[in-house]
């Protein structure tokens, strides 16, 4: 066997093992719910819980981390209620058209309070009112 062969041979077998420990260790987002809580206790009301993987499965990322502007860093988007109901960030889908509208607070405020801000549910996702 020639040395580029073997070379070229276990460049594959480097590929296969970097594919097979990626596909096992999946980004945690992936599954997971959000909690935004940046501004929502402070200002009264309960965490939002966001099921990432519900949209994610729905509508492709860049309609949201691009068009939408949601940077992709849990809690590192400044959402205020007024942006929503004018039709920005959730509010673009969440407007009784799309989906149901910004007055059913309850649904997307489903947080347990004194929930932080990040990635909850790793693996799995549970939605609203779990966490
Ligand atoms: C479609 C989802 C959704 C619905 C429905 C919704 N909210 Fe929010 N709301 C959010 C998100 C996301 C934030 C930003 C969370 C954070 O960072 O704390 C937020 C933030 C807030 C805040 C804090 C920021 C600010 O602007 O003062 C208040 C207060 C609030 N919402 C009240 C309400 C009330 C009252 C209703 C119902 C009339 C409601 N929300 C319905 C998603 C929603
Ligand atoms: C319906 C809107 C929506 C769609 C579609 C969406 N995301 Fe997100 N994503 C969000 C929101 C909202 C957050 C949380 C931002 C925050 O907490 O301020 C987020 C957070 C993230 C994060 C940060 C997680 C962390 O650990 O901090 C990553 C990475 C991400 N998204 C990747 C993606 C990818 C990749 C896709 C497509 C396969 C996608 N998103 C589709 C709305 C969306
Ligand atoms: C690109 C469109 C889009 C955006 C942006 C979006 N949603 Fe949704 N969302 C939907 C659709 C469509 C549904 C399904 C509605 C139905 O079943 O009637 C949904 C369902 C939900 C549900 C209930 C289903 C579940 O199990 O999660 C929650 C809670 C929710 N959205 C919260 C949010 C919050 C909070 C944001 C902003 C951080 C957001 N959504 C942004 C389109 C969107």
């Known amino acids: 066997m020639s040395r580029k062969t073997?070379?070229?041979?276990r460049l594959i077998r480097i590929c296969v093992t970097l594919a097979?420990?990626?596909?096992?260790?999946p980004a945690p987002a992936e599954y997971a719910d959000v909690v935004l809580n940046?501004?929502?206790?402070?200002?009264g009301v309960r965490p939002v819980v966001f099921s990432h993987w519900f949209h994610r499965i729905r509508f492709r990322c860049k309609v949201c981390h691009?068009?939408?502007?949601?940077?992709m860093r849990a809690g590192a988007n400044d959402v205020?209620?007024?942006?929503?109901?004018?039709g920005k960030f959730c509010g673009m889908c969440?407007?009784?058209?799309?989906?149901?509208?910004?007055?059913?607070?309850?649904?997307?405020?489903?947080?347990?309070p004194g929930l932080k801000s990040g990635i909850y549910g790793g693996h799995?996702?549970?939605?609203?009112?779990?966490?």
């Open 6 to 9: 073997m070379t070229r041979r």
């Open 20 to 25: 097979f420990a990626l596909a096992a260790f």
């Open 38 to 43: 940046k501004r929502s206790e402070k200002e």
């Open 66 to 71: 691009f068009e939408l502007g949601f940077k």
């Open 80 to 86: 205020l209620m007024a942006d929503i109901i004018d």
């Open 94 to 112: 969440h407007n009784n058209n799309i989906a149901w509208g910004a007055d059913r607070c309850d649904l997307c405020h489903s947080g347990r």
């Open 124 to 131: 799995q996702t549970l939605g609203p009112g779990r966490w």
